[in-house]
């Protein structure tokens, strides 16, 4: 089973205010940003996530614009995620609003695969108030194009012995992979449906999209031999914000950087990891990107390592110009339960991690505003 959320975040956001609900709703966007999500009443205007905000507004001028709340967002994802798991052991997420599931000897729990299918959205729905869609097909790459067939809170199962005919008579853009240059060339080749692409020798089909060309092929053949992979950490965790202004004024960019190292810390004490490596990321008025990376001499979670680092990367050279946009990432993740690089923290360094850890009990408790560094209280 492929399971994904149907507009995930405006989906939360119309659970959390019921009133919401049948409006065309937008999260993210700011004044110069880009949409995150898009309620489905908003994708009736044309209004997709990734679209520039702008032009959201010109599309939908009655569209209510929400701001991004990732913590929330990853709160119901966890309830979500935990319902999924109820279902089997074997649960792959891929992302924070999709999973895999692998169903392999559940014969004697569900009675059948549309069964348990049904029985997910339910318990997805009673553990987090949102919709997803479910596919199911023998193939892994199958059942991820299945779930998308039908939404919102589609349900379509594809048996192995309609798997052939299905993928023959494909749109040969809903294959994975297949992207507007992709589906050009596609018809330049004369394919239209998956089914074509066996008609092709493999060799021109390698020519013209290399080593995907050959998994095209296999796909268009039935043929994956990718499997549900339950573990998956996260290799990198971040925090950016665009600005609704650019800016060039380092006092106010390094605000920016303290509350970007703060939601990072929150992240990874979230999930149990520490991280070696901070990168900032650094957007100019003219779109151009910069990254800079500092490694640290052990791991860490705690916001003013973070920021300090962040910092250090600031001033390593002149701005060249207005900002656009700054993130803040940790990379190089260690597990808690890893050996430390060190024997005894100092005081001063035990002290702020109590600190932290008091602030994360707060926010867990009543809510991510109930507490704030003050240097970043003039920022939106």
Not at 25 to 32: E, K, L, P
Not at 93 to 103: F, G, N, P
Not at 133 to 151: M, R, W
Request: hydrophobic fraction near 40%.
């Amino acid at each position: 089973m492929h399971i994904d959320m149907d507009a995930f975040y405006a989906s939360v956001e119309q659970a959390d205010r019921p009133e919401l609900k049948g409006r065309p709703v937008i999260v993210g966007g700011g004044h110069r940003g880009v949409v995150c999500a898009a309620s489905y009443e908003a994708r009736r205007y044309g209004v997709r996530s990734a679209m520039p905000a702008f032009l959201a507004r010109k599309n939908c001028p009655n569209g209510i614009f929400l701001p991004v709340r990732m913590d929330r967002y990853r709160e119901v994802s966890l309830r979500v995620m935990a319902a999924i798991g109820t279902i089997s052991p074997l649960v792959e997420q891929v992302s924070i609003d999709e999973a895999y599931v692998d169903m392999t000897g559940m014969d004697r729990v569900w009675k059948t695969p549309l069964d348990a299918a049904v029985e997910t959205k339910r318990r997805v729905m009673e553990a987090a108030g949102v919709t997803c869609s479910v596919g199911i097909a023998p193939l892994k790459f199958l059942a991820k194009i299945a779930s998308d067939l039908n939404k919102p809170d589609g349900l379509i199962v594809i048996s192995a012995e309609e798997t052939e005919a299905f993928i023959a008579s494909l749109p040969i853009e809903k294959m994975p992979g297949i992207g507007k240059k992709g589906l050009e060339r596609m018809r330049k080749m004369g394919v239209s449906r998956a089914g074509d692409l066996l008609k092709l020798p493999e060799k021109n089909l390698v020519a013209v999209f290399g080593r995907y060309g050959e998994g095209l092929m296999r796909m268009a053949a039935a043929e994956d031999a990718s499997e549900v992979v339950p573990s998956h950490r996260a290799k990198s965790v971040s925090a950016e914000n665009t600005f609704d202004h650019d800016e060039a004024d380092l006092t106010v960019l390094k605000k920016w950087l303290l509350g970007q190292s703060d939601r990072v810390a929150q992240r990874l004490r979230r999930i149990g990891l520490k991280g070696r490596t901070v990168t900032l990321k650094l957007k100019r008025s003219n779109f151009t990107i910069q990254t800079r990376r500092q490694t640290l001499s052990c791991c860490t979670d705690e916001t003013n390592v973070i920021y300090e680092a962040a910092v250090s990367l600031l001033n390593q050279k002149p701005l060249g110009g207005k900002i656009r946009l700054t993130g803040v990432g940790v990379t190089n993740l260690l597990s808690e339960a890893a050996p430390p690089f060190w024997e005894k923290l100092e005081a001063r360094g035990e002290r702020g991690h109590d600190l932290e850890e008091a602030m994360d009990d707060l926010r867990h408790r009543y809510g991510n505003g109930i507490i704030r560094r003050a240097s970043t209280l003039d920022l939106t």
